[in-house]
């Protein structure tokens, strides 16, 4: 199965913007990189999702080197709300079975 | 609204009993998916199904049961083999594998 690796908690401060790395040395060809983002007790909410260099929405921007071994999320001006549990994932055609790491615990400070 | 229901939000179970979670979807996805968190952890998969009538077991598939007979509902059945069924259980859907979408989750304690 694929694994990720994840840093377990990170802090920041309200306005600045906040980058999380995922490790993922094994990914499949036809893997996507997708990232969630968990409040306590709810269920996970789609934040962003890309195959390689960049993509970005209203809310986040994904960048993915050449090699797609790893994979950054970058979320712009942190606020409270923010603070959650972030993850990140691969999606393939296939409904296989996928593995969720432990995520990644943001808290942002004010 | 398209969606993932999942009920009860919260369910008390006694020792010993069977309970059985409900997960609704109207996205027209094909695969449906169980997971289980417990506090502080990441999602661990218990069954998923990508097509009506078939189903496979994920990491943790021991102590539950699952049945797929229409493609809009996934039970999880929690039987009394699971010795720690206290957790929060997640159900989520897909297309094809890509993007997941998640319900709000069934709290599920042990009295």
């Known amino acids: 199965l694929a694994k990720t690796t994840q840093p377990i908690s990170m802090d920041s401060y309200e306005g600045q913007e906040v980058n999380i790395t995922c490790s993922h040395n094994n990914i499949a060809t036809n893997d996507y990189i997708t990232w969630y983002q968990q409040f306590p007790s709810q269920g996970p909410r789609f934040i962003i999702q890309?195959?390689?260099t960049k993509v970005t929405n209203e809310v986040a921007s994904l960048f993915i080197p050449a090699d797609r071994k790893s994979s950054t999320l970058s979320l712009p001006r942190v606020s409270l709300s923010d603070t959650a549990v972030y993850y990140c994932?691969?999606?393939?055609?296939?409904?296989?079975?996928?593995?969720f790491g432990s995520g990644t615990q943001l808290t942002v400070l004010p | 609204d398209g969606g993932i229901t999942q009920s009860p939000k919260y369910l008390f179970r006694k020792e010993g009993q069977n309970v059985t979670l409900s997960c609704e979807q109207n996205?027209?996805?094909?695969?449906m998916y169980w997971y289980r968190q417990d506090p502080g952890q990441g999602l661990r998969l218990i069954y998923y199904?990508?097509?009506?009538?078939?189903?496979q077991k994920g990491d943790i598939a021991e102590g539950y049961s699952v049945s797929r007979e229409k493609k809009e509902s996934f039970p999880l059945t929690v039987t009394s083999a699971q010795k720690n069924p206290t957790a929060f259980y997640l159900c989520a859907s897909s297309p094809h594998g890509y993007g997941y979408t998640f319900g709000s989750g069934t709290r599920l304690t042990v009295v």
């Open positions: 994932l691969f999606a393939s055609g296939s409904a296989r079975q996928l593995t």
């Open positions: 890309g195959y390689k």
């Open positions: 199904s990508q097509i009506v009538n078939d189903f």
């Open positions: 996205l027209n996805h094909d695969a």
